[in-house]
């Protein structure tokens, strides 16, 4: 089976050294036969992803070098349409359209180890007119579906990652508190495509939600789907350093008095109650921010890692607050097939894009994405038509 795909190709030292961007290099290649429990499919909308950003940048990792392979096709969000089956394939057919469901290994309980697409040795993604993978790696989109593919395509990944981490944080809190002594709790979030998808979950499960940005579009978005907005810029320079903070006096004061206006928003928006569940998508430059605005017993809930993989707190608070700290990566399979159900029952999927990339624009999504020139949920064709 002859393919057309982007591929990034593993740094050499010098490269690495330099920190140099991955480059996007289009081929034409011939994929493997299926064995019996993989499928051929045929993307039609891809969705640009956090962790692709992550590979073209080499950070964490050079996912060429962590893989040991000279070259990977990335994209693990999107729409596909089922060409060929191996003989032991029961979860999709022929001619069905799907979802991707990007875990690459699993855990002995169905939770993803490593993503398809991205740091899964051997593993491809939808940066390719043909893609192959596991029985496991597709969900059905159900017939006669209401919602466009483009949509489908921005909901593949992160609302099933919101759905998943919301399973948990939700779940976590009412072990604490009860529905009895709190029924409507204020859940408040920054980040991106993920935040917006759990923060609409958490409205339909009944939830006062609160989305902050610091972008026109995003905010024009945020309301779009029903969420109360907070454009972040309002506070100045609530961004944390905690080295700065410790060396810089005038930056110090600058902090502090960002800190203490949102947390004077925060009060009165929650009726002194603050924020039951904080979705922070971010890390340490709201961290302390976060932390501030979480009630007692409050969960903070996160998937991913956008500004740094490290953090510092103060356990004794956090044992004293009783705060829980909720961390996931994706979902089990079986989470998948429930958040697709849900979101088709209602509607909870992102709102057609504006803008939909080319194939040959790539590159240019690359670009724009690693400049946040984006929408929360980059849209490109493969083999779909650009309607918009």
């Known amino acids: 089976m002859k393919a057309d795909g982007w591929f990034i190709y593993r740094a050499t030292d010098e490269e690495m050294k330099e920190k140099k961007l991955a480059r996007l290099e289009r081929e034409q290649f011939e994929l493997s036969p299926l064995a019996d429990n993989e499928v051929y499919a045929a993307p039609y909308y891809g969705c640009w992803e956090g962790n692709m950003g992550h590979a073209m940048r080499r950070r964490p990792i050079d996912i060429c070098r962590a893989r040991k392979d000279d070259r990977v096709v990335l994209g693990n969000a999107g729409v596909v349409e089922i060409v060929d089956v191996g003989k032991n394939v029961k979860t999709v057919r022929p001619g069905q359209k799907a979802i991707i469901f990007c875990n690459g290994q699993e855990d002995w309980f169905g939770f993803p180890v490593t993503i398809m697409g991205y740091d899964a040795p ?69 980040g991106g495509g993920v935040t917006m998808a759990e923060l609409d979950l958490a409205r339909r499960f009944g939830a006062r939600a609160v989305m902050l940005s610091g972008s ?6 945020i309301n779009e789907v029903g969420l109360k907005s907070i454009d972040r810029r309002k506070y100045g320079n609530l961004n944390y350093d905690h080295e700065r903070y410790r060396t ?14 949102f947390l004077v928003d925060v009060s009165e928006m929650t009726s002194e109650r603050k924020v039951q569940i904080f979705i922070d998508m971010i890390g340490e430059p709201v961290f302390r921010a976060t932390t501030k605005a979480l009630a007692r017993e409050g969960v903070i809930t996160s998937a991913g890692w956008r500004e740094g993989m490290s953090l510092n707190l103060m356990r004794a608070i956090e044992c004293i607050e009783r705060h829980q700290h909720i961390h996931t990566h994706y979902a089990r399979y079986s ?15 992102p709102p057609k894009p504006k803008k939909i990339y080319s194939f040959d624009d790539i590159p240019k999504l690359a670009d724009d994405y690693l ?4 929408e929360y949920f980059p849209i490109f064709a493969v083999n779909g038509e650009i309607t918009v």
């Open 122 to 190: 051997g593993s491809m993604g939808c940066l390719s007119t043909i893609m192959k993978g596991t029985d496991r790696q597709f969900i059905p989109i159900p017939q006669d579906t209401r919602f466009s593919l483009e949509q489908w395509a921005g909901f593949s990944l992160r609302y099933i990652t919101a759905w998943a981490n919301w399973e948990m944080a939700h779940g976590t809190y009412r072990l604490a508190v009860s529905a009895n002594e709190l029924a409507a709790i204020n859940v408040w979030g920054w």
């Open 216 to 221: 026109d579009n995003r905010l024009d978005l």
């Open 248 to 261: 810089d006096k005038e930056y110090a004061a600058e902090y502090r008095k960002a800190e203490e206006a």
């Open 335 to 349: 989470q998948g097939w429930q958040a697709v159900a849900f979101a088709e029952g209602n509607g909870w999927l």
């Open 371 to 374: 400049n946040d020139r984006t």
